[in-house]
């Protein structure tokens, strides 16, 4: 594609910019996320694990330009990162990962995003098959809160349209809350309503729903932020248990949890006059420990933003 807008697909009046950017730091805990197990692989899940790519993709909302020409490699069963400022774009790049973006009225966008090199804007793409593949957890926790925790879960397959067997519904309800770290904390109590849990148990459940689907990528817009520091580390828990299973993306603004979760990691920034871009991208280490742009060093050691 050209860097020119395409045809925007008004569908809703949601907001026009970037309400998820909005929210302060999470709460910093001190954790140390144990090794991948050697059955966390892609053998285990029976199939191969995808990447994630976009090429020069640029976003409009009217004729507002906020993202100018952003690539980025998101690599398979690695946790990237997106830190930078408010207002730079990163939950507006994470939503148009999964064709979110486009569900804003004058969203618009042009360039690339290739789940295992292919376009997912291209003509003829489902929405719907794209959001199977690629899920979102949201900044804050969105189960149904009179639905019971287990027809929350199946409620993934259900939005899907996927039809499964009662054996097969059982069988996934259980995998999903087990990967999202969540089932030995409400297996005696799956007909409960999701309303009841607590916030992180309800973000898990979040997890566990968008897992149940068997996505190739979990997007997370900044999923700790309207938790406490425990429920912090539990979700921070759950991530470690996924990566090497699935391709994780998170926006975050907090840069002890970048460190500790990812294993690569892009700064985006934007200023009064310009649209938000990638300053720096690559490994996690690098980018905190010997960043080769001034303004990454002074971002992640805090003196800006």
């Not at 259980?174 to 409960?192: I, K």
Request: net charge neutral; proline share 7%.
């Amino acid at each position: 594609m050209t860097d020119a807008p395409m045809t925007d697909v008004p569908m809703t009046d949601a907001p026009q910019f970037d309400a998820y950017d909005q929210a302060g730091p999470a709460a910093e805990t001190t954790l140390t996320l144990p090794p991948v197990p050697a059955a966390a692989s892609a053998a285990a899940d029976g199939g191969p694990l995808a990447g994630l790519e976009t090429r020069d993709v640029s976003a409009w909302f009217g004729s507002h330009k906020v993202l100018e020409r952003v690539s980025l490699a998101m690599p398979a069963g690695e946790v990237t990162a997106l830190i930078g400022p408010s207002g730079c774009g990163k939950s507006t790049y994470l939503r148009i990962l999964n064709r979110m973006h486009e569900m804003v009225r004058g969203a618009a966008l042009a360039g690339e995003v290739l789940l295992d090199g292919d376009d997912v804007y291209r003509p003829g793409r489902r929405p719907a098959e794209v959001r199977r593949r690629i899920g979102m957890v949201f900044q804050r926790p969105n189960p149904f809160p009179a639905m019971s925790i287990k027809d929350n879960v199946a409620s993934g397959l259900k939005l899907a349209g996927i039809k499964v067997s009662k054996e097969e519904r059982e069988h996934l309800v259980e995998t999903s809350l087990r990967r999202a770290g969540l089932w030995d904390e409400v297996a005696t109590r799956l007909h409960t309503p999701g309303g009841s849990l607590s916030g992180g148990q309800q973000q898990r459940l979040c997890i566990a729903r968008s897992l149940a689907v068997s996505p190739d990528i979990l997007l997370m817009d900044e999923p700790c932020s309207a938790l406490d520091p425990t429920s912090t580390r539990r979700v921070e828990e759950t991530i470690a248990e996924l990566r090497g299973r699935l391709t994780i993306v998170i926006v975050t603004h907090n840069m002890q949890q970048a460190q500790r979760v990812s294993q690569s990691c892009a700064f985006f920034l934007a200023t009064h006059d310009t649209p938000g871009r990638i300053v720096e991208a690559g490994p996690t280490g690098q980018l905190f420990g010997n960043p080769r742009d001034q303004r990454t060093s002074d971002y992640v050691n805090g003196r800006f933003g």
